[in-house]
Each structure stands twice: as C-alpha cells, then as structure tokens.
C-alpha cells in the first residue's frame, strides 16, 4: 500500500508526466468547463422555453425530456464511440479531428447533459417569478429584454441556487464516467493504480476521499453564494 | 439483428429487475436510516448522518468500483486461507446490493423529511388513543410520510434506474452491455450499427423512465387523496 502511495500520490494529485495534469485537476476541469458552457447555453434556451414562441418552446422541451430522460453514460458513448464510428464523420478533416479526441467527446457530453438539467431547474424558477414583481416593472416602464435581465433572470437565478448547486455536485459526481473514455480523471488514475497494485481499497478509497473533499469544497462555496445572494430570505 | 435486438430486451429485463431489487433495498434502509438519523440515540444519529454524508459525497461509480472489487478480495482472501477454489461474485448479486447501499443514502434523507413534514399532533393522538409504536408507524405515520416522501421517491427511482446503466462497467448483461455486444458482432457499411444500437438502448431507457413519470403521477394523486392539488 505503501508503494502505491508512493508511485502514484502524483499522478492523484500533482501530475506527472506524460500529461503533467493530476486526476484531481482534470476531474476539476471537467467540472468547471461542462457546468460554465451547460449553464452559458441554459440560461437562453430556459427563457425561451417560458416565454418563446411555441415554434421554440417544444424542440427545447424535446431536448430536454431526451437528455434527462436516458443515462449519461449512453449519451457519452453514443458520441463517443457511436459518432466517430460514423464513416463520414472520420473522413471530414474537421469533425474527425473533433471526435477522435476522447476529452473533446467527454466534455460535450457533459454539457450538453448538465445543459438540459439546467434547462429545466431554469425554467422552473423563470416560471416561479412572482407576478407582482412582473407587473411592477412593467408599470415602471421595463418591457423586453431590460425586464428580462434587470427583474426576472436576477430573481430567478436567486430562486435556483439551491437546486443548482445539487446540480453541480452531480455533476461532480457524472464526471467520473471520463474515465471509462481513457480521459483520465481522478477514477482513471485510481484504475490505472488498482491495475498495478492489485489492491482494490487503497487505489479506490483514495479516489473517494479526494472526490468526498471535493464536494465538501463545493458545497461550502455554494453556502457562500447563498449567504450572499439569498440574504434576503429568513435563514432555516 | 433481430437476434441482437432481442438481446437489448433481455437486457433491459435486467435492468428493470436490477433497479426494482435496487429501490427496494434502498427503501428499507431509507426507513432504517431515517429511524436512526431522528433517533433519541446519539450514536445511532451519529451513524446515521455519516452513512448519508459519506455515501453523497463520493460518486457512485467510485463506490460501486470500490465495494465490488474490495469485497471480491477479501472473498479471494477467505477461499485461499480455507484452501477452496475462487468464488467469482455474481455481478447481478453485486450491482443490487451497490445500488440499494449507495441510494439507501439518499432515501434517509428523504425519508427523514418526509416524517419531520407529518404534525407532531397526528403522533400525539395516535400516543392519546393507545396505539402501540407499530399501529402509530404502519396506520398514522408511514401513509401521511409516503404523501411528502413521494416526490423524493420518485426523483431517486429516476436516477436509481440510469444509474444501472453504470453496472455493465462490472460486467452485467444489462442493455448497454448487450447494446456492445451488437456492437461487436456486427459491421454496417459507413458504420451506422454503433449508432443504431447505442439509440436502441437509449430509447429503452427513455420509455422505462417515460412510464415510471406517469406510474408515480398516479401514485402522488392516490396518496394526496383528501388534499387539493397543490398549485403549480
């Protein structure tokens, strides 16, 4: 165990060559990187599914019902292996490229999930928007998109923080399918030291508490943003 | 391919028998942890609280890959110190009593405020009238609890059955693991098969969730029964 622990606290936790990106770093990257761009794209396609035109607001509840409804690890190998198995898309320069890299496939994948989750916990708290808050603004003259991005989304992304958050530690939590694409996060490093060692606990247990402190860390920073931006509300 | 799609049938047999076996065990020791997170006993709070803060702090990938290989040690173990020949854990055995593990976490926690929701009063009649603590549990408690855990349920039904997606990485042959079995076996021109049977198996998923939404709509109706709908 010992040895284990001396070969491998690197790769855990610092990086090491040939990457020189430690599991730890690189379940955080896709962390951050699938929740930014699935959030950036939400944001847009929740308001346009409470408020749009019908012609929009069913294709985006199709994404969304598709997206929640099958499991992540199927939406990963579908565009994973399903897409680059597709002789077209290997033979154009450009796509082939895309695909072929197993990061570029893993982070789409989990964007476009946490994008559809963050859809509808969205939608929900655009929805939620108190009418009084509406007409109010209304009657102060805001209308389009100054009432869209001065009153409803600023009440509306208070009233999802809570939901987000849990939305973000299973997001957290998704990302050690990575592995199974050869991305190698925290779990990869942990399978490749089970894979050498043979000692189940040491090589998964470490991968859990790193992954347990990561969460905490999430958790606390969403705490945070809660204390700041909820402050209005009466503390539970 | 229609003995391959076949195959994809057989699988998602499992896996509806997987989530099935998974929910309940996973229930019953919502109701077990639940009954000692709001127990008097510190130790039992105790226990209870790391139990759920342990097991939702770590994916579950992690801990299935951790428990299943862990626990195929230690029986490796055993049989080398007995002098018998390996054991190899069922997968099926393995993948259920994972999931119930990890997702009994998730069940305290719903289950816990599913039973804060009910009013103290309906206890202290039940106590007033002279019910014993398993006539106050099975006739006052747990049917007004269902009505506020329903929701909960409902939402770790949902993730319990993706998640069994999740199995075939220790080698059950559920869908997925049929799904590239198909895979394997079978070569279409401009390499159309993976993603057909991939789809496949995504749109088996997506009708056992599709249906399981309309079946706990009905359940949260019954259960609500003498309440008005709450407004949406």
């Given at each position: 165990?010992?040895?284990?622990?001396?070969?491998?606290?690197?790769?855990?936790?610092?990086?090491?060559?040939?990457?020189?990106?430690?599991?730890?770093?690189?379940?955080?990257?896709?962390?951050?990187?699938?929740?930014?761009?699935?959030?950036?794209?939400?944001?847009?396609?929740?308001?346009?599914?409470?408020?749009?035109p019908?012609?929009?607001r069913?294709?985006?509840?199709?994404?969304?019902?598709?997206?929640?409804g099958?499991?992540?690890?199927?939406?990963?190998?579908?565009?994973?292996?399903?897409?680059?198995?597709?002789?077209?898309?290997?033979?154009?320069?450009?796509?082939?490229?895309?695909?072929?890299?197993?990061?570029?496939?893993?982070?789409?994948?989990?964007?476009?999930?946490?994008?559809?989750?963050?859809?509808?916990?969205?939608?929900?708290?655009?929805?939620?928007?108190?009418?009084?808050?509406?007409?109010?603004?209304?009657?102060?003259?805001?209308?389009?998109?100054?009432?869209?991005?001065?009153?409803?989304?600023?009440?509306?992304?208070?009233?999802?923080?809570?939901?987000?958050?849990?939305?973000?530690?299973?997001?957290?939590?998704?990302?050690?399918?990575?592995?199974?694409?050869t991305?190698?996060?925290?779990?990869?490093?942990?399978?490749?030291a089970?894979?050498?060692?043979?000692?189940?606990?040491?090589?998964?247990?470490?991968?859990?508490?790193?992954?347990a402190?990561?969460?905490?860390?999430?958790?606390?920073?969403?705490r945070?943003a809660?204390?700041?931006?909820?402050?209005?509300?009466?503390t539970? | 391919?229609?003995?391959?799609?076949r195959?994809?049938?057989?699988?998602?047999?499992?896996?509806?028998?997987?989530?099935?076996?998974?929910?309940?065990?996973?229930?019953?020791?919502?109701?077990?942890?639940?009954?000692?997170?709001?127990?008097?006993n510190?130790?039992?709070?105790?226990?209870?609280?790391?139990?759920?803060?342990?097991?939702?702090?770590?994916?579950?990938?992690?801990?299935?890959l951790?428990?299943?290989?862990?626990?195929?040690?230690?029986?490796?173990?055993?049989?080398?110190?007995?002098?018998?020949?390996?054991?190899?854990?069922?997968?099926?055995?393995?993948?259920?009593?994972?999931?119930?593990?990890?997702?009994?976490?998730?069940?305290?926690?719903?289950?816990?405020?599913?039973?804060?929701?009910?009013?103290?009063?309906?206890?202290?009649?039940a106590?007033?009238?002279?019910?014993?603590?398993?006539?106050?549990?099975?006739?006052?408690?747990?049917?007004?609890?269902?009505?506020?855990?329903?929701?909960?349920?409902?939402?770790?039904?949902?993730?319990?059955?993706?998640?069994?997606?999740?199995?075939?990485?220790?080698n059950?042959?559920?869908?997925i693991?049929?799904?590239?079995?198909?895979?394997?076996?079978?070569?279409?021109?401009?390499?159309?098969?993976?993603?057909?049977?991939?789809?496949?198996?995504?749109?088996?998923?997506?009708?056992?969730?599709?249906?399981?939404?309309?079946?706990?709509?009905?359940?949260?109706?019954?259960?609500?029964?003498?309440?008005?709908?709450?407004?949406?």
């Amino acid at each position: 165990m010992i040895d284990l622990i001396k070969q491998y606290w690197q790769p855990y936790l610092w990086g090491s060559p040939p990457n020189h990106i430690s599991g730890l770093a690189m379940t955080l990257w896709l962390t951050v990187a699938s929740c930014v761009m699935g959030f950036a794209f939400a944001l847009p396609l929740s308001v346009a599914r409470a408020a749009g035109p019908s012609w929009l607001r069913w294709p985006i509840w199709v994404f969304t019902f598709v997206f929640r409804g099958t499991p992540l690890y199927i939406q990963l190998l579908i565009i994973y292996s399903a897409i680059y198995g597709l002789d077209f898309v290997r033979n154009t320069p450009g796509l082939g490229a895309f695909f072929k890299d197993a990061l570029n496939c893993t982070i789409l994948a989990f964007t476009v999930n946490t994008c559809a989750y963050t859809t509808e916990l969205l939608t929900g708290a655009v929805k939620a928007t108190p009418r009084g808050e509406v007409e109010a603004a209304r009657s102060l003259g805001l209308a389009g998109a100054s009432l869209y991005l001065r009153i409803i989304l600023p009440s509306a992304l208070r009233r999802a923080l809570p939901a987000y958050s849990n939305e973000v530690i299973l997001m957290l939590h998704a990302t050690s399918l990575a592995a199974t694409a050869t991305v190698p996060d925290l779990l990869k490093v942990a399978r490749d030291a089970y894979a050498d060692y043979y000692l189940p606990f040491p090589a998964f247990g470490i991968a859990a508490i790193l992954y347990a402190c990561l969460s905490m860390t999430f958790i606390w920073l969403f705490r945070k943003a809660e204390q700041k931006w909820l402050r209005h509300l009466p503390t539970t | 391919m229609s003995g391959y799609l076949r195959q994809l049938l057989a699988g998602i047999v499992v896996t509806i028998e997987l989530a099935s076996l998974s929910l309940l065990i996973a229930f019953v020791l919502g109701l077990l942890g639940a009954a000692a997170k709001l127990s008097p006993n510190r130790w039992l709070a105790m226990a209870g609280s790391a139990y759920t803060t342990v097991i939702r702090a770590v994916p579950d990938l992690v801990l299935m890959l951790l428990m299943y290989y862990s626990v195929q040690n230690l029986v490796n173990a055993l049989t080398d110190l007995l002098g018998q020949p390996q054991i190899d854990i069922d997968p099926f055995i393995a993948g259920v009593s994972v999931l119930g593990f990890i997702y009994g976490a998730y069940f305290t926690e719903t289950i816990r405020g599913a039973v804060k929701a009910v009013p103290r009063g309906q206890l202290e009649a039940a106590a007033a009238f002279g019910l014993t603590r398993w006539q106050t549990f099975s006739r006052i408690l747990f049917p007004q609890m269902m009505r506020f855990a329903l929701p909960g349920i409902s939402n770790n039904w949902q993730v319990i059955l993706k998640a069994t997606a999740l199995v075939s990485i220790i080698n059950l042959h559920e869908v997925i693991y049929a799904a590239q079995a198909a895979i394997k076996g079978s070569s279409w021109p401009g390499g159309l098969h993976v993603l057909f049977y991939l789809s496949v198996a995504g749109l088996l998923y997506l009708a056992l969730t599709t249906v399981s939404n309309f079946v706990f709509g009905y359940l949260e109706k019954r259960y609500a029964a003498g309440f008005e709908r709450m407004a949406r």
